[in-house]
């Protein structure tokens, strides 16, 4: 079983950056969709970003031209970096891969990997 895994979330000040990162543990992944999603504390896990193998992106209007979503050339690695944090912001981030075929990679159900999560805190 694959397991991703990410790192780079913490403590943070209101309008401070963080780049989290996710990669598959154990071997390579291939995949056609990377993502990111986020649950808070009483609310269900959203969509935040998600990158398609041939590039295109897609962001949740909450975070649009505050966070991007990159993955390094061979797609065994990708990243969320997160700038002008707010405190509405913090939750448990969540990377996903997915091995079906999409246009979006929008909903959980269109990914196969989930990582256990890492703790994003926006401190005011």
């Known amino acids: 079983q694959v397991q991703l895994v990410e790192s780079g979330g913490g403590l943070v000040q209101v309008g401070g950056s963080l780049r989290l990162s996710c990669a598959p543990s154990?071997?390579?992944?291939?995949?056609?969709?990377m993502g990111w999603f986020r649950q808070a504390p009483g609310r269900e896990r959203e969509f935040v970003a998600s990158?398609?193998?041939?590039?295109?992106?897609n962001y949740a209007n909450s975070v649009k031209g505050r966070f991007s979503i990159s993955t390094e050339n061979a797609r065994t690695r990708w990243y969320l970096q997160m700038n002008s944090l707010k405190p509405e912001d913090t939750a448990v981030y969540y990377c996903?891969?997915?091995?079906?075929?999409?246009?979006?990679?929008?909903?959980?159900?269109?990914?196969?990997?989930w990582g256990q999560g890492t703790q994003v805190i926006v401190s005011s």
């Open positions: 996903a891969a997915a091995q079906k075929y999409s246009m979006t990679y929008v909903q959980p159900y269109e990914y196969d990997f």
């Open positions: 154990g071997r390579t992944l291939s995949t056609y969709g």
């Open positions: 990158i398609t193998w041939s590039g295109g992106t």
